[in-house]
């Protein structure tokens, strides 16, 4: 009966140990998506500003609520707004910011086709 209560109190404490652990990598890495708004072009996750450290104790509580991380993400996006998020979703808002890449390789290509013709020319 000793090796049995033994056993359950081994088993809780390191399931406890494995949630924490849990929680606080996926706080690193909502923290890491987040963008310090203080410190520009530094994540939440590599801030010591207090608007980070505030964060992170925001983010650390909405866990322990027991939100999901999306949830966490539409909840700092309808607070301080869309700029806030590193990977920014695809909207009519943000077309330009997706698209734009793909239209300077394109044109970058009829460029370089076009010099490569007329050489060849």
Known sequence: MRFFKFF????FL?????????????????TKNLRCLICQGQSVYDSDSEFANSLKILVEKK????LKEKQIYEYLK????????YDPEFNKNTYFLWLLPILMF???GAIILKLFIQKKN
């Open 14 to 30: 390191v399931y406890s140990n494995l949630s924490n652990a849990q929680d606080s990598d996926l706080k690193n890495e909502i």
């Open 106 to 108: 394109l044109i970058g």
């Open 78 to 85: 309808s607070k301080y707004g869309e700029w806030i998020l």
């Open 63 to 66: 866990l322990n609520e027991g």
């Open 8 to 11: 359950i109190v081994i088993f």
